[in-house]
């Protein structure tokens, strides 16, 4: 089956600087990626998604993920991180039939004023 | 607009309880799930379903049972409830239309099993 793994469990930064959050798929088809965000006592909120033909897609809040195929993988970033970015990460991947949902096991992003 | 709603937010249970955990969607979706959420392991599935009328087992469905009888409601059963089952769950929804649709994540249950 499909899975997606994030590494890094918790990842701190300071104000201001770059966000990086790995996610990294194992399938030998691409899958349709996504990224959520999850507040303290929250569900979760789509950031982004991939979809066939952009490799580099924006999502709200200034994030974005680039489809790198070669590495398998779609990393989150944004280039300044800001107080209200605290909150965990999840990366998520669909099967090739599109009926499941998988997620990681999420990162936990502390922003340090 | 609702979205996904859960019904009970919270609930605490003693060993060997049964209860049911109610999820309803208004946004017309094929496509229905159950995870759980602990700490250091993300989301889990529990159980799907890509329609009314029908379920499927997930990455951990042990100890739970899953109805679809209605399109808009996902309920989430628990015949014998275990301290291992104590956790948040989540339902989620989203369109059958294409594999690229997102899921849209109710607020979430908190279950505690003493």
């Keep these: ?113 | 607009n609702a979205g996904v709603t859960q019904t009970p937010k919270f609930r605490v249970l003693k060993t060997g309880q049964s209860m049911t955990l109610l999820c309803a969607q208004d946004m017309n979706h094929e496509y229905m799930y159950w995870y759980r959420q602990d700490p250091g392991m993300g989301l889990r599935l529990i159980h799907y379903s890509v329609g009314e009328g029908t379920t499927a087992k997930g990455e951990v469905p042990d100890g739970y049972n899953v109805s679809r009888l209605k399109k808009q409601n996902f309920l989430l059963g628990l015949e014998s409830a275990a301290p291992s089952q104590t956790s948040v769950y989540f339902c989620a929804s989203r369109s059958g239309r294409e594999r690229n649709t997102e899921a849209f994540f109710g607020q979430g249950t908190r279950l505690t099993v003493v």
């Design chain 1, 1 to 113: 089956a499909q899975s997606v793994t994030q590494l890094g469990s918790h990842v701190s930064v300071s104000e201001g600087a770059l966000v990086l959050l790995r996610c990294n798929y194992s399938s030998s088809v691409p899958p349709y990626l996504f990224w959520y965000v999850q507040y303290p006592n929250q569900g979760l909120q789509l950031l982004l998604k991939y979809t066939t033909g952009a490799t580099l897609v924006k999502g709200i809040n200034g994030f974005e993920a680039e489809f790198k195929k070669s590495e398998t993988s779609f990393h989150l970033t944004k280039p300044s991180a800001h107080m209200s970015d605290a909150a965990e990460y999840f990366c998520a991947v669909t099967l090739n039939t599109g009926n499941q949902f998988y997620f990681g096991t999420g990162t936990s992003l502390t922003v340090i004023p």
